[in-house]
């Protein structure tokens, strides 16, 4: 069965910080990779995607993710962060199994960006 | 267009009564998806849709629940002899095709007192 971990629990940044928020997944096959996002009173949304190709993936607002097989990881990241990005980060992992995607989700990080 | 619709927002009742919970998914979208969100938690797989049948049920925490999609649009989660340990976000997401990211709805949030 596949797993994902999401190590940070909570993360406080000043803006301008960098951001880099961990996530490992567990699974032997071919896996599609995500971030999802929750801004406060919002619904979860789509931050970026990894299917195949290169690694570095960019998604919106800035944020990027690396696919790097060996560890198992698929961390997201962004040079300087800013008060808007407060929200909790989601990493999701998906595997083909029985013909439709099965979408396993961390137990989430919440970013809190001070001004 | 339209997002996901989940209704009601809020739902409160009481310990041992029944609840439904609607989602409306985005129009055209066939896969659907429940999952089910507790404070601190990441969101949990309840059960997932193809058109009009389930065709995976096996995050359905026991007999009490159930879901239908009758006409592969909108669906339905009922809870039966609701328990306070029942009380979570429900949530609802939509997709076009394998392998499209989930859209999701804003969920229910549901307090069993």
């Known amino acids: 069965a596949q797993s994902v971990s999401q190590h940070n629990h909570h993360v406080i940044l000043s803006e301008a910080a960098s951001l880099e928020l961990g996530c490992n997944y567990s699974y032997g096959g071919t896996v599609n990779l995500f971030w999802y996002v929750q801004y406060p009173g919002q619904h979860l949304q789509l931050l970026l995607k990894?299917?195949?190709?290169?690694?570095l993936v960019k998604g919106i607002k800035g944020f990027e993710a690396e696919f790097i097989k060996s560890k198992f990881s698929f961390n997201l990241r962004k040079p300087s962060v800013q008060w808007s990005d407060t929200a909790e980060y989601f990493c999701?992992?998906?595997?083909?199994?029985?013909?439709?995607?099965?979408?396993?989700f961390g137990t989430g990080t919440k970013l809190q960006v001070i001004p | 267009g339209a997002g996901v619709s989940q209704t009601p927002s809020n739902k409160v009742t009481e310990k041992g009564k029944y609840v439904e919970l609607r989602c409306d998914p985005i129009?055209?979208?066939?896969?659907l998806y429940w999952y089910r969100q507790s404070l601190g938690q990441g969101p949990e797989f309840l059960i997932y849709?193809?058109?009009?049948?389930?065709?995976?049920d096996s995050g359905l925490p026991n007999d009490r629940f159930f879901a239908v999609r009758p006409e592969g649009s909108v669906s339905t989660l009922k809870i039966q002899r609701t328990e306070r340990g029942d009380s979570a976000v429900y949530l609802c997401a939509s997709s076009e095709m394998l392998n499209s990211p989930l859209h999701f709805g804003n969920g229910t949030r549901l307090t069993v007192t």
């Open positions: 129009s055209g979208h066939t896969a």
């Open positions: 999701a992992v998906t595997s083909n199994s029985g013909g439709y995607q099965k979408v396993t």
């Open positions: 990894y299917f195949s190709g290169d690694p």
């Open positions: 849709f193809q058109g009009t049948g389930a065709a995976d």
